[in-house]
Structures are given as C-alpha cells and as structure tokens.
C-alpha cells in the first residue's frame, strides 16, 4: 500500500514490489488509500502485468490517504481482521514517517511483519540519505526558480519562492543551492530577520539588481512568507520584491531517472529481506548501498541537514 502524502516514484516502487513477488512466485495484493483501505478491505489483486506503464507515472495507481481511523485501536483491529481473513503474511508500506509511526505500532499490537519503503518529497526519514520522490521534487523546483529569475533579472526584483517541507529544510536547501539562490530559509536554521535584511543590504551593495530568497514551508523567520515579504520590503524599498508558492505542483510529475531506480532498487530488497525472514525494517539507501533500519530506530531520530550546504550557499551568495 501506499499511504501519507503521494511522492513521484511510488508507483515505481509498487511495480519493484509487484514484479520481485512474481518473480519468488509470492502472491501480491494492493490496498488502495494506504492504512483506510485495509479497514474497508479494499484491495486488488497485482500480477506483474497489473503495473504495466506505471514506472513513469507521478502520483500512486493505490491512491494515498492519511487514515483517521487507523489511529483508533478498533480501526486497526478491523485491519488485523482483514490481513488474517485474506490470508497476508506481510505487508509492504511505501510512504514516509507517519506511515511507519502507524506501521510500528500495527506490528507491536498484533505481531504483524512489515516493510518499510521510504517515499516522501520530504527526504526528512532517518535511515535513508534519499526518499522516493525527493530528486523529482528538486528537479520540479529548479526548473520553477530558473524561471522565476528570468522574472527577477529582467525586472530588479526580490522573490521569494516558498517550497515544501513542513517540519524540514531538505528541499529547500538543495535545490536553493541548485538554482543559485541568494538566501535559503530553513526551519532547522533560525538567524533571524536581522540577518536576513543585513545579507541582502549586502547583496545590493555588492552591485545584484535581483534577489531569490527560498523559504522551506516550515520556516519561522517571518510568520509566514507573504508576511516576510512585507517586513523585507518595508526595510528595503528599493526593491521590489515579489512572492511564490510552490505548493503542490512539486508532488507530481513523471519521476525522475534516479528516483526509478531508487524506488526499483528498493521494492526488490523489500521482497527479498522479507523472504530471509527479516521484519519490521525500514529499507535505505546509504553509501551507495541498500540498508535496512529497524522500524523502532526511525521514530526515535531525526535527520539531520547538510550544514555543509547552508555553507556553500553563504560563500557562493557574495
Ligand atoms: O509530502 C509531505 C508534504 O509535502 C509536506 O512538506 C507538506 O506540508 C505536506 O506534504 C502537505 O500535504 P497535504 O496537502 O497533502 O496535507
């Protein structure tokens, strides 16, 4: 199943997990709307035929939801009724790290095996240096802040372009680092207003006409970005500053090469740590290899951001 927020490269991961079961001639079903479906029995049977044409699509041929009532013990009761009534032995969770919070507490209630496939644009899971969806999304905001500078140069203005990540800096950072990006705002990182007016005074200074100020969702420098426009604008009138939001469209989209293979590399190892008898894991991807990260492990960290990069953009921003 695939369950909390769709990420570009699930479908990819479906079609792995499919296709590795064919192949260890395992029987594959699929829930639709992550934990919801396993509630309502909502189910189809996957052949690897079933997932024919979906490598390159965005969004989750599943669909998706935040369950309600997988959050309530007799919800998750009727789920252990369904797996036992259709015979499941182990399920396979792709999502992020509200899908494994549920998926732990399911195994520790009723002892149930299950896998982990981390997918969210977010990148913010321990255990893995990406997420399924998290190249696509960078990709999906460079191409949008290349644009928006065409914007910018052409009329001397300051833009700030606020992206995804309610609770992490991830996107912002690397792709605030990959569109060149005068200041990137994360909420990992707190320098303040004062700080941020102080570096663009500097930047004008310095001769720029045009500023790009990326703000992660989840930044606290202003209370919100429409907000912090204000504040900038009304200390630096000589610019003439502009605000966009990202939002959703980052979500979507045909996913990129690196995510395919990642999602490929990922429902593989899924099936086949499975079949060793492993349980209760995350699968990742760390120095170039495929791990595995107990599902307790994951709740309990957090992952960190590159400082290194917040570095680099502050040295390459002069
Ligand atoms: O997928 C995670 C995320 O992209 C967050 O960064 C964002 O705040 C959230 O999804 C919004 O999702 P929704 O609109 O589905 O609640």
């Given at each position: ?226 907000e912090l426009a204000d504040y900038v604008q009304e200390h630096m009138p000589e610019y003439n500053s502009r605000v966009t939001v990202l939002g959703h469209l980052q979500r979507g989209g045909s996913p990129s090469c690196f995510d395919r293979v990642l999602a490929s590399r990922f429902g593989v190892k899924a099936v086949e740590y499975l079949l060793d008898g492993k349980k ?39």
């Amino acid at each position: 199943m695939t369950s909390g927020g769709d990420a570009p490269g699930m479908n990819a991961a479906i079609r792995a997990v499919v296709r590795a079961c064919a192949y260890y001639d395992v029987q594959c079903i699929g829930f639709y709307r992550g934990y919801q479906g396993i509630i309502e029995n909502d189910f189809v049977e996957l052949l690897p035929r079933s997932v024919k044409n979906i490598i390159n699509k965005g969004g989750t041929i599943l669909k998706s939801a935040r369950s309600g009532d997988f959050r309530t013990e007799e919800g998750r009761k009727k789920a252990n009724e369904n797996l036992k009534k259709n015979e499941v032995d182990a399920m396979v969770l792709i999502g992020g790290d509200g899908t494994f919070t549920g998926g732990l507490i399911f195994s520790e209630e009723f002892g149930f095996p299950v896998v982990g496939i981390p997918a969210t644009i977010d990148n913010d899971i321990v255990g893995t240096q990406s997420t399924i969806g998290f190249d696509t999304a960078l990709n999906t905001v460079v191409d949008a802040v290349d644009k928006i500078r065409d914007t910018a140069s052409s009329h001397n203005r300051l833009f700030f372009v606020e992206v995804m990540g309610r609770d992490s800096g991830f996107i912002a950072l690397n792709s605030g680092v990959g569109a060149g990006a005068e200041e990137i705002l994360i909420p990992e990182e707190d320098n303040g207003l004062t700080k941020l007016l102080e570096s663009l005074k500097r930047s004008k200074r310095s001769g720029k006409s045009s500023s790009i100020v990326i703000v992660a969702e989840g930044d606290k420098t202003g209370k919100n970005v429409f907000e912090l426009a204000d504040y900038v604008q009304e200390h630096m009138p000589e610019y003439n500053s502009r605000v966009t939001v990202l939002g959703h469209l980052q979500r979507g989209g045909s996913p990129s090469c690196f995510d395919r293979v990642l999602a490929s590399r990922f429902g593989v190892k899924a099936v086949e740590y499975l079949l060793d008898g492993k349980k209760n894991f995350m699968v990742g991807f760390e120095n170039n290899k495929i791990s595995s990260t107990d599902i307790s492990d994951i709740k309990k960290g957090t992952h960190d951001i590159n400082r290194e990069l917040l570095r680099i953009s502050d040295i390459l921003s002069i």
